[in-house]
Each structure stands twice: as structure tokens, then as C-alpha cells.
Nanobody
Framework: QVQLVESGGGLVQPGGSLRLSCVAS????????MSWYRQAPGKERELVAT???????NYAASVKGRFTISRDNAKNTMYLQMNSLKPEETAVYYC???????WGQGTQVTVSS
């Protein structure tokens, strides 16, 4: 069965960096578009970034220039490098496969001094 497992969240100071990972299993990872979403307390889940099977990338305007999405198909893993983090980016970050609508369990990112 399809499984998506995120890791790498934690507490970071404003301006700091974190790298999230999403390990996929149960499907042929390399042929699927994958995304990162986030959901802040009291807010709707929002798209952060998407990467296609051939490496095409799109970012939300709010993270462009600070976040980098990437994938390693040999490791069935997607990454999200987050730099210059802001307190308002405190959220649960989710790995998502659009086709079939599969979500990971999420990893908490807290940006606070």
C-alpha cells in the first residue's frame, strides 16, 4: 500500500533552516508528481511546492526564493529545504501524492525564539 512518511520537523528560531524528508513506499515513486503542503493552526491546508517526475517545480509565492523542493528517485525520497523561516510558517507540513490523494502523517515545524 502507498505510504508517505515525513521527518525532519522541529523547533527552529526565526531566520533558521530545516530540511524535511518524505520517504515513499508502495508505488513507483519516480513517475509521480509529489507535493508539500502545510497547515497552520486555525488555517486551511495550503500548497507549498510541487515537483514533477522530470523535475519541473512550482512554488507558492510566499516561499519562492527561500524554500527548495527536490527529489531523489533512487531513494524514493522527496525533500523540502526551508531557509529564512518565519514565525508565521509554524505549521504541520505534509507530503502529498496528488494522484490517488495520498497524504503523509505530517511533521511539525515550529518557528519561534
Amino acid at each position: 500500500q502507498v505510504q508517505l512518511v515525513e521527518s525532519g520537523g522541529g523547533l527552529v528560531q526565526p531566520g533558521g533552516s530545516l530540511r524535511l524528508s518524505c520517504v515513499a513506499s508502495g508505488f513507483t515513486f519516480r513517475i509521480y508528481t509529489m507535493s508539500w503542503y502545510r497547515q497552520a493552526p486555525g488555517k486551511e491546508r495550503e500548497l507549498v511546492a510541487t515537483i514533477g517526475p522530470t523535475g519541473s517545480i512550482n512554488y507558492a509565492a510566499s516561499v519562492k526564493g527561500r524554500f527548495t523542493i527536490s527529489r531523489d528517485n533512487a531513494k524514493n525520497t522527496m525533500y523540502l529545504q526551508m531557509n529564512s523561516l518565519k514565525p508565521e510558517e509554524t505549521a504541520v507540513y505534509y507530503c502529498f501524492r496528488p494522484i490517488g490523494t495520498y497524504w503523509g502523517q505530517g511533521t511539525q515545524v515550529t518557528v519561534s525564539s
